[in-house]
Nanobody, 122 residues
C-alpha cells in the first residue's frame, strides 16, 4: 500500500515556474514507477511525465517536453515536477501516481494522490 500526498500547486503568471512535490508513504517507494497526470475542467485526465525506479528513464508528454522535468529522491520518498515556462493551458489539477511500469495511460498506475491545483494566468 502506498499513500501519496501532493503539494506545491498555486497561482502563477504565464511564463512563471512552480515545483510540485509528491510525498509517498511506505518502504517500497523506490520500487515503483512514479508519474504525474493532470485534469482540466471538462477534459479527460492526461499523462504529463513518468520516471522509473532509479530515475534513469523518464517520459514526457509532447505538450510539456522541454518545459517540465520529473525527478525523484528515493531517500526522501518524494517525486518532483519542476514546471517552467508555464502556459494558461497548463492549468489543471495535477495528480501523482505510482505503478509497476512506465505507461501513459492512467490504468498503468495503481495508487493516486488527491491532486494539487495549478492555475496559470495570462
Amino acid at each position: 500500500q502506498v499513500q501519496l500526498v501532493e503539494s506545491g500547486g498555486g497561482l502563477v503568471q504565464a511564463g512563471g515556474s512552480l515545483r510540485l512535490s509528491c510525498a509517498a508513504s511506505g518502504r517500497t517507494f523506490s520500487s515503483y514507477v512514479m508519474a504525474w497526470f493532470r485534469q482540466a475542467p471538462g477534459k479527460e485526465r492526461e499523462f504529463v511525465a513518468a520516471i522509473n525506479w532509479s530515475g534513469g528513464t523518464t517520459d514526457y508528454a509532447d505538450s510539456v517536453k522541454g518545459r517540465f522535468t520529473i525527478a525523484r529522491d528515493n531517500a526522501k520518498n518524494t517525486v518532483y515536477l519542476q514546471m517552467n515556462s508555464l502556459k494558461p493551458e497548463d492549468t489543471a489539477l495535477y495528480y501523482c501516481a505510482a505503478g509497476g511500469g512506465i505507461g501513459r495511460t492512467y490504468t498503468s498506475y495503481r495508487y493516486w494522490g488527491q491532486g494539487t491545483q495549478v492555475t496559470v494566468s495570462s
